[in-house]
């Protein structure tokens, strides 16, 4: 019997260490928890914070880029417009007529609004549809898609042919071919059929109230190739924008 008491002791020694690594243990472990919990508590209130930063920087984009399509669609529309009163395809009564460019005071309003929303709808859709618009993303092919717009703008005020079902083909051809050359998304081209006939409709309803008219009208009080410059102008004003809006994270695209 005396021999088989150093051998009790040292077991529940044994027991005892034991039981002290495991309260150290897990004294280590509580001690972790409180620690990290804090880190998690500021990571946490850093992204809180950071949010209202960002969509600060979004907004300001977003006005940035508002500004800048009024003022393309507003100088435009003053351009376009004077090539067109200038070959009397638009007549405005004479009360109605401001000094500046002899155009209306209204249309370069009107127009840099127009502008502004299209250009703003474009890469909106695109974000929405999750199908990003790759195609020529650069100015240089924003600038050769204005040039041929205008192109197009003239060319339905300069040249003369038989009759207006011949111009208005042809402008139908050259404003596909604008679309093919400088979109070519399904996006686009639904957007620009779109705004073709929203903006002939209100075209139609300003003619049919007097506020100005058009010379040799073949399409219900307007000229029947003018759905072809609104859906032209629809798809530049649209480069324009989403070359601005280049700098936005735009939304995968999910097949």
């Not at 779109?194 to 073949?218: C, K, R």
């Amino acid at each position: 019997m005396p021999r088989l008491e150093p051998s009790a002791w040292s077991c529940s020694g044994a027991a005892r260490g034991r039981s002290k690594t495991q309260l150290a243990s897990k004294a280590d472990e509580m001690l972790g928890n409180s620690v990290s919990s804090p880190s998690l508590t500021l990571v946490g209130h850093g992204a809180r914070t950071s949010s209202p930063s960002s969509t600060l920087n979004g907004s300001q984009h977003l006005v940035q880029r508002s500004v800048v399509l009024f003022v393309v669609g507003a100088f435009m529309a003053l351009v376009l417009n004077m090539l067109q009163i200038q070959r009397n395809v638009t007549l405005f009564p004479e009360e109605v007529i401001s000094t500046l460019f002899s155009s209306a005071w209204w249309v370069p309003p009107c127009c840099g609004t127009a502008a502004a929303v299209v250009g703003l709808l474009y890469p909106c859709i695109d974000s929405h549809l999750g199908e990003p618009h790759k195609f020529k993303r650069e100015w240089a092919s924003v600038m050769r898609c204005i040039a041929v717009f205008v192109g197009i703008n003239h060319a339905s005020a300069k040249l003369d042919f038989a009759n207006n079902v011949q111009l208005s083909l042809t402008l139908a051809a050259l404003s596909l071919g604008l679309w093919w050359t400088f979109d070519r998304s399904r996006s686009g081209l639904g957007l620009g059929i779109t705004i073709a006939f929203v903006a002939t409709l209100i075209t139609q309803f300003l003619v049919y109230n007097g506020v100005y008219q058009y010379t040799s009208p073949d399409f219900l009080y307007i000229r029947s190739w003018l759905p072809c410059i609104f859906f032209s102008g629809g798809v530049t004003v649209g480069n324009i924008g989403r070359q601005l809006a280049m700098g936005i994270p735009e939304k995968p695209h999910n097949d």
